[in-house]
């Protein structure tokens, strides 16, 4: 049974830069898997924000991209998300997914998701 | 970017109700559509995946379906604990975008 666990700060000074972890488990990152972050702001929709393949090749939301990077850490068996000059507008619950192939290229296991706020 | 139009953004049905829940989008994106269920305080939940698919232990009331651009989420026997948020989600190409979601109450 694959788990995800996202990690990191849960408060972020506005123009600072937010930096979450994901940890898989029971599976590795190395699969044909890609692996996604998503966010959800307070009350709100869920708006997705990345992904990266094992081998760190990425798709990025337009609307992010000039502030987004998602890298992939093999070693550790995780992958990271970095959002630079945050606003408050990006408090958000965030979650880390894993994304099946094709077809199947929907997220089928989610971590618990991490609130993040971005106040001084 | 194709945009994900769903409807209703919510909905109040008696248990035992027949429950529709529509995602439009903008172009064609095949079968490339997944339908999540996000009870309050978790993450979402994958319930059905390709349009039609039904992910592995999610009950049989759940169904999926396609006409052109036009998919629907079906709850052929609405159940206490179905109350949730549910949202589409292309993923054809990026970006994976989602539908606004649709809330659903039990009467």
């Known amino acids: 049974q694959v788990q995800l666990q996202e990690s990191g700060p849960g408060l972020v000074k506005p123009s600072g830069t937010l930096s979450l972890t994901c940890a898989v488990s029971g599976g590795s990152i190395s699969s044909t898997n890609w692996w996604s972050w998503v966010r959800q702001p307070p009350g709100k929709g869920l708006e997705w924000i990345g992904e990266?393949?094992?081998?760190?090749?990425?798709d990025y939301n337009p609307s992010l991209k000039s502030r987004v990077t998602i890298s992939v850490d093999k070693s550790k068996n995780q992958f990271s998300l970095k959002l630079s000059s945050v606003t408050a507008a990006d408090t958000a619950v965030y979650y880390c997914a894993r994304v099946g192939l094709g077809l199947s290229a929907a997220s089928d296991y989610w971590g618990q998701g991490t609130l993040v706020t971005v106040s001084s | 970017d194709i945009q994900m139009t769903q409807s209703p953004s919510s909905l109040s049905a008696s248990v035992g109700d027949r429950v529709t829940i529509t995602c439009r989008a903008s172009?064609?994106?095949?079968?490339?559509l997944a339908w999540y269920q996000q009870k309050p305080g978790k993450a979402p939940k994958l319930l059905i995946y390709a349009a039609s698919t039904l992910q592995s232990g999610v009950p049989s009331r759940f169904s999926g379906s396609r006409s052109g651009t036009e998919f629907t989420l079906t709850i052929s026997s609405l159940q206490p604990e179905d109350v949730a948020t549910y949202y589409c989600?292309?993923?054809?190409?990026?970006?994976?975008?989602f539908g606004g979601g649709t809330n659903v109450e039990i009467k």
């Open positions: 990266i393949s094992h081998s760190g090749i990425t």
């Open positions: 989600q292309k993923y054809n190409i990026a970006p994976r975008s």
């Open positions: 172009q064609g994106i095949s079968n490339y």
